[in-house]
């Protein structure tokens, strides 16, 4: 039993449950992961670290620059500078004069880990159903606890939210508003090479077309980088196609691409490793404007927060809407 309980340590679970816990609350935040961070997701392959999802952090808003600025770890500042290609960002917005942009040489997980601190998270735990009684409302994970609180806070993809909403007619409602929401999935490939990180023209390149809309030097965010490592993301439109595609066939033609547009050296990695995230980024014609709460007859409170309830996108979104649900929990926001 704790006050709040929260459901997803990405970037919006840790921003909500460190706002609520600052403010007396006792929260405990459950993931499914091994680590935290979610899609601000940094792997180490050999040592050497690797983003693999979000790969590089922007915006303009005070409070997420200010949480960026308060990690004690070395950071990039202005990363990327070099930019090539004609293609377009999924942010364009990460590259306007008002915006800051910054990486960090260990990995984006740094910021989530600095989220993280002083909280109670629960990793490798995964809920998978929900039941309202007596006042509480009570999250059963997939190796049998139960967690129960007054208050229940989502901080997934909706359609994950969406699914564990689904066998609680009382949550009919905010189900139906999720389902507005539309999510791209995104295919991406880690490729290392063998040998020392010679510079490469850009640190980032968005070609105009194609399979690849990202093609991203990882390696020049490391310190001293052993291995030159690439990460290449696919565009939503060819992700959505390809969804069910082998990850053997997917790392085929993300290769085939990145030889054509840098290379044959591109083509012949000694390591690639494909992953597809099912729910990359929220399509921004279908977001939503704040995050939700609903309080239902008996006393327990449902929020919900994530990239999809703020305007801006992203993991800046994340942040603002967990920071602001969290007010409209406590109560200071109530508009
Ligand atoms: C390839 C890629 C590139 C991106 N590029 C950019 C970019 O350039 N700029 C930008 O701003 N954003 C970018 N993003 C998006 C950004 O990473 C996300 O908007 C942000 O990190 C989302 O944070 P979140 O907390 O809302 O969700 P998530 O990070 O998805 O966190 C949700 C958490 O919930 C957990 N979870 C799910 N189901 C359960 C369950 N049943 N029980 C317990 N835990 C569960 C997951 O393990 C996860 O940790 C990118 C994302 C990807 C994948």
């Excluded at 800051?100 to 260990?106: I, M, N, Q």
């Excluded at 239902?296 to 449902?302: E, S, T």
């Excluded at 979104?317 to 929990?329: P, T, V, Y």
Aim: net charge neutral; with cysteine; hydrophobic share 45%.
């Amino acid at each position: 039993m704790a006050d709040i309980v929260v459901i997803g340590a990405g970037l919006a679970g840790l921003a909500c449950a460190g706002a609520l816990a600052r403010s007396g609350a006792d929260v405990v935040v459950l993931d499914k992961g091994r680590g935290v961070g979610g899609r601000c997701a940094t792997r180490r392959i050999e040592g050497q670290p690797v983003d693999h999802g979000l790969c590089f952090l922007h915006g303009t808003d005070a409070a997420f620059l200010a949480a960026i600025d308060a990690v004690d770890a070395e950071r990039i500042p202005g990363w990327p500078r070099l930019v090539a290609g004609r293609g377009t960002p999924c942010h364009p917005t990460a590259f306007d004069p008002s915006s800051r942009r910054v990486a960090f040489v260990d990995g984006v997980n740094v910021f989530a880990k600095h989220l993280a601190r002083g909280l109670d998270v629960r990793t490798n735990t995964k809920v998978t159903n929900l039941s309202l009684d007596d006042g509480q409302i009570h999250a059963a994970t997939e190796d049998g606890a139960v967690f129960s609180a007054h208050t229940l806070v989502f901080a997934l993809p909706v359609e994950q939210t969406s699914a564990l909403l689904a066998p609680v007619p009382a949550l009919a409602g905010p189900r139906a508003l999720l389902g507005t929401v539309c999510t791209h999935p995104c295919w991406t490939l880690i490729a290392r090479y063998d040998g020392p990180d010679d510079p490469l023209d850009a640190e980032i390149s968005y070609p105009p077309e194609g399979a690849l809309q990202l093609v991203v030097h990882d390696s020049s965010k490391r310190r001293h980088p052993r291995v030159r490592t690439l990460v290449l993301q696919a565009r939503p439109s060819w992700s959505a196609r390809n969804l069910e595609l082998s990850a053997e066939a997917v790392t085929a033609i993300l290769l085939a691409e990145a030889a054509a547009l840098l290379g044959p050296w591109a083509g012949t990695p000694s390591l690639a490793v494909a992953h597809r995230w099912r729910h990359a980024r929220v399509d921004r014609g279908t977001g939503l404007a704040a995050p939700y709460r609903l309080a239902l007859p008996g006393g327990v409170r449902i929020g919900i927060a994530g990239e999809a309830f703020d305007p801006v996108g992203g993991a800046e979104a994340a942040f603002r809407s967990g920071q602001r649900l969290a007010r409209r929990i406590g109560g200071e926001d109530r508009c």
